[in-house]
DNA sequence: TTGTACGCGTTATCAG
DNA sequence: CTGATAACGCGTACAA
């Protein structure tokens, strides 16, 4: 059933099934019904294919996401493809891991798909290293690419993000405050994000004139499914003669296993040790005490970066960077 | 850049270039070595929605699922979605949410997508009322689709799904044979899986002899991000007069909230009170002491799924209905 | 207001 | 082995 086939039964051209089908201008009331009569009796759905090749658009953007099964880049996609089918846009998704070469193939991949825009979830497709975002600038030459929790200053290239730098840097302030010493910087990889929670941290010790020893930062490589890899991490910590009694965590995964390491220490929380997490996640009410937390609004962010999105795809001029606010989620596991 | 300008380049016909495209037959070593170079000197891609509208079919695969961010049905995404890529076949997502009316709606667009086949990913898609399910059919018609977790017979569907009756007969069976007493099955909703589950246990109960109460089986209708929410919902049952000493729930989420349940009314697990959960995930060694659950296979599952589409896709025959053994995995919240 | 005719970039079917 | 040329189904100037 094509649009000929239509015009054929209702006696019009196909510019004029075309029209009636687009909601153009200028179709008589009369051959509008008839021709609409006519669609609907023969349950007629335009090409999908036909029309992309005409129209140079599909409607499509890609999600590129390192892993969609993430408890927090999960969250994110599922808002974003929200906002996406709420503005008529599909969502391509595309896993990546974290193979670098992975992540430039699928980039590439995506611009052959001829997809609209590109979302890239996750701070994990920025580096440190200037360099190696080039992939990113190359592809941003054919499309625009969204920044979902990442930053980087490209033409075309449009970041959304918290303020985590902010955020830690409130949340150590906090413990403080508290009375607490001996923090450990608990995170997981040198992503955008965890390397700027990581520098909040660092500002918000050096302002009250503390050192910071680089064995208070912890990295833990293992993966978020492994709770008890991260429990050894902290229990290996200890044991190397690492002293600590606060722990603020990159997520709320870390934040959980040093909550364990914590009561298998047989240490009270939150009187003899803090915890703080990271995403205000489902994770922080599954436990006992509750796990205080940084809401980085994550639903706001992605309601955001579609705005944005649709207002580049629109050609309207909008800001290259966009930093929201987080918010410090006091629970049982902080004194305060 | 267009198959017109290359073949201008290297001096032959755009049939030559096609062909080459293609690795189709009989083009002389020589001449496709020239498209080739030409190809490679002008970064060359064919046009997606051309080859589409050729070839009606753009190698895509309509992703349903009612929450993508769920911690289960994400793990499904993740697991499909790597098997299909693997097969060079794009994932499309579209998340419904429960209302029936944007299920049958979301259906319907991935049809006028002309996708290739379709993914029902979890078991909301599947009613216990048979005329419920009849859009099911009617896409059916149209496309293959493929059920994960959940079984519905019709020309062209294919179930694949675990056998969660016989893994909860099971469950059962094992807490009763440990001197369990007053098992209550905690679980979500009226979906299949969760339905097959409740029967499964049951059966068991009824093969032992012993009467189950209504009050036994107790729903959660709640959001699975709000445990505390569950926590509530089993007081409230206590208080009303329910004696339990165990529960059996249709995933790990409601585990822990039955966990922390037990917590607060100092019940020791398992010694006093025994638990066991659902799906194996990351939940299970979040806590302490760990929850025994049911691991019913998700990525065995996923892949066996991706096997039989492609085989579909192929035109080759199929079985109907898979069906795959869970497994107990013991932890710390049960005797045994 | 309506219709004609062409373009979009491929694939595939024929001849040669 | 290669080249014209016709689909594929729709959008849209341009003409009427």
Redesign the pocket.
Known sequence: ???????EKA?????????V??G?????E???QKVLDVMEACD????A???G????TMNTIGLLCTNCSDLYLSKAVYYIEQGLRANHYDALLYCTGQDKESKENALKFLLSKKVDGIILIGSDFISEKAEDNSYIQEAAKELPIMLFDAVLDAPNVYSIASDDFQSTYEATLALLSAGVKDILFFYQAASYSDSRKLAGHKEAMSKMGLPISPSLALAFSGSLENINAMVDTLQNASKSGTTFHSIIASNDTLALAALKYAKQENLKVPEQFSIIGYNNSMLTSCCDPELTSIDNKIETLCGELITLLMEVLAGNPVPQKTMLSGELVKRGTTTF
Chains 1, 2 share one sequence.
């Open positions: 059933m094509t649009i000929y086939d239509i015009s006696g019009v051209s196909i510019a004029t099934v075309s029209r089908l687009n153009s201008s200028s179709v008589s009369k051959t509008r007629y759905t335009p090409n294919f036909a029309r090749l005409g129209l140079n």
